[in-house]
């Protein structure tokens, strides 16, 4: 069936990739590395492009690819091919392959002699042309784990990988400046840069930021750890805000701060809940280095409400409206309830010595790849980072 298909090279990575390097260092058996393996290898080809910036999709028989076609001129998608790098650090890691590191550096560097507007990265990139598409800037869909993914760089080199942090802080410092605000109730939010001005509206994906921030608040340049945990714990309050809003007592997919409303979501496309993970994900981070109890009361919150309106005989759906008091179901269970939500509740309850986040970083799909304590081993290729 795959062999026919084209495939989302984003998806495959963290999702399945990604999940079979976990399974590996879990569990020691080999399978799942020689797994891991054949399948990146089926992505290569995605990268035959006239910049290195990789399709979106490929078809793993022919190994054509091309981009969605609703993207901005042909483009690319930032957070797409800027979600490739831990997995693929990994990858060269285990195999001494030195192409898969390769290919996820030239796209750091290609980025990095960019001009960026206002210092934020625009979520399209032609990868023919190396031009970015329409000026948009979302730390949400489209954005979201191309930062995640910059820290984390940092984080899973032992703190070695210097450039990944400094273009990590870079962003943030854009970010802070040009997209996040507090609203006139006080619930500081991250909006969207859209046709040259700032749209009040953050994404249930957003929410991932707060415990972002958090994990990058050690290491931030200028003694700002506390200012960074600080606006985590905003972003994790805002974020409860909007699922406190509801009936249900579920977030929406995305919601509004102007007009008089704050938190809430206005327009019907946007009022459902599909059993996404990155509130309850902030919830955990925000434990892990506060251990503030409102963090587990909020996470308990969240996981009484799933099992009281998702659960059906067959699993969990998800939710058309989370503001109606007769919710209907979507009758869809997306793998990343497995993957992220239930994951981080159970790690929102258990110790601090399950996973620690000295010896582990989880990739956006919340797979946990270990800190590669390289010391003197040089990593194929790798002279750049170290």
């Known amino acids: 069936y795959l062999r026919k298909k084209k495939v989302s090279v984003f998806e495959v990575n963290i999702r399945f990739i990604g999940g079979l390097l976990a399974a590996y260092y879990l569990s020691g058996q080999e399978v799942f590395k ?38 901005s001129a042909g483009s690319s998608i930032l957070a797409e091919f800027g979600t490739l790098h831990m997995e693929f650090v990994h990858l060269s890691y285990l195999t001494g392959n ?12 290609l980025l990095a002699k960019m001009d960026r507007p206002n210092g934020l990265y625009p979520n399209y990139l032609n990868p023919r042309t ?16 191309f930062y995640e993914y910059l820290l984390k760089a940092w984080l899973m080199s032992d703190k070695t990988d210097t450039e990944a942090r400094r273009t990590y802080d870079d962003a943030i410092e854009a970010i802070e400046r040009h997209l996040i605000r507090k609203s006139n109730g006080g619930l500081t939010f991250i909006g969207e840069w859209k046709n040259g001005h700032l749209e009040r509206k953050m994404g249930h994906l957003t929410c991932f930021a707060g415990g972002m921030f958090a994990l990058g608040a050690d290491g931030s340049p200028n003694d700002k750890a506390g200012h960074y945990l600080q606006l985590g714990a905003e972003i994790a309050h805002t974020c409860h805000e909007s699922y406190d809003r509801t009936v249900l007592k579920l977030g929406p997919e995305a919601f509004k701060f102007d007009s008089g409303l704050e938190a809430v979501a206005v327009r019907q496309n946007e009022k459902y809940y599909i059993l996404r993970p990155e509130v309850i994900e902030t919830y955990w981070y925000m434990w892990r280095f506060t251990h503030d109890p409102k963090y587990r009361q909020w996470g308990w919150e969240a996981a009484q409400a799933i099992d009281k309106h998702c659960r059906v005989s067959g699993g969990f759906s998800g939710i058309k409206d989370v503001y109606s008091s007769t919710p209907t179901y979507d009758d869809v269970q997306q793998s990343f309830f497995l993957a992220e939500t239930l994951k981080y509740l159970y790690l929102l309850f258990s110790s601090d010595d399950l996973l620690p986040l000295d010896n582990w970083v989880f990739n956006t799909e919340a797979h946990p790849l270990p800190v590669l304590r390289l010391g003197n081993i040089t990593l194929p290729g790798s002279s750049a980072v170290q």
Not at 98 to 108: D, G, L, M, S
Request: glycine fraction near 14%.
């Open 130 to 145: 190396g031009r970015w598409g329409q000026h948009h800037t979302s730390v949400g869909g489209l954005g979201d784990s």
């Open 34 to 71: 020689v797994k891991a393996v054949q399948l990146a290898e089926k992505l290569l080809p995605a990268f035959n492009t006239p910049t290195g910036i990789p399709w979106a999709m490929v078809n793993l028989k022919s190994g054509v690819g091309r981009n969605w076609g609703w993207a």
């Open 98 to 109: 030195p192409a898969y590191f390769q290919k996820v550096i030239h796209i750091r560097k």
